[in-house]
Nanobody, 123 residues
Framework: VQLQASGGGLVQAGDSLRLSCAAS????????MGWFRQAPGKEREFVAS????????NCADSVRGRFTISRDNAKNTVYLQMNSLKSEDTAVYYC?????????????????WGQGTLVTVSS
C-alpha cells in the first residue's frame, strides 16, 4: 500500500487542523492505521492508531482529548483531527499502515509509511 499524507501547515496556538492520509490499493480496510510525529532532533513518536473498522482507537497521553483519529474505508483515507494545537505539537506527521491487525503504538510494528506532512504551531 502507498500512503500520501496532506493537510499540514502553519497555524497559531489554539487553532485546529485536519490531516488526511490517502492510501492506494483496494485492501485499505485490512490495515491498522496510525499517525506518528517527529520533531526536530527527536525520535519518531506515536500519536494515534485506529482499527480496521474504526471501532477501536488509541492515542498518546499528550494528545488525548485534543486529537481524534478516524477513517473512511470507502475513501481509503485516514484522518487526524487536531484541536487546541500547542507549540509542542510542531513536527512532521506521518501516517502508517500495519498489516498484522494489532492496534499498536510501536513504530517498528508498522509496515508502510507515508512521506510526512509538516505541522508548525506558532505560540
Amino acid at each position: 500500500v502507498q500512503l500520501q499524507a496532506s493537510g499540514g501547515g502553519l497555524v497559531q496556538a489554539g487553532d485546529s487542523l485536519r490531516l488526511s492520509c490517502a492510501a492506494s490499493g483496494r485492501t485499505f480496510s485490512s490495515y491498522i492505521m496510525g499517525w506518528f510525529r517527529q520533531a526536530p532532533g527527536k525520535e519518531r513518536e506515536f500519536v494515534a492508531s485506529i482499527s480496521r473498522s474504526g471501532g477501536t482507537t488509541n492515542c498518546a497521553d499528550s494528545v488525548r482529548g485534543r486529537f481524534t483519529i478516524s477513517r473512511d474505508n470507502a475513501k481509503n483515507t485516514v484522518y487526524l483531527q487536531m484541536n487546541s494545537l500547542k507549540s509542542e505539537d510542531t513536527a512532521v506527521y506521518y501516517c502508517a499502515a500495519e498489516s498484522n491487525g494489532w492496534v499498536t503504538p510501536r513504530v517498528s510494528d508498522y509496515d508502510y509509511w507515508g512521506q510526512g506532512t509538516l505541522v508548525t504551531v506558532s505560540s
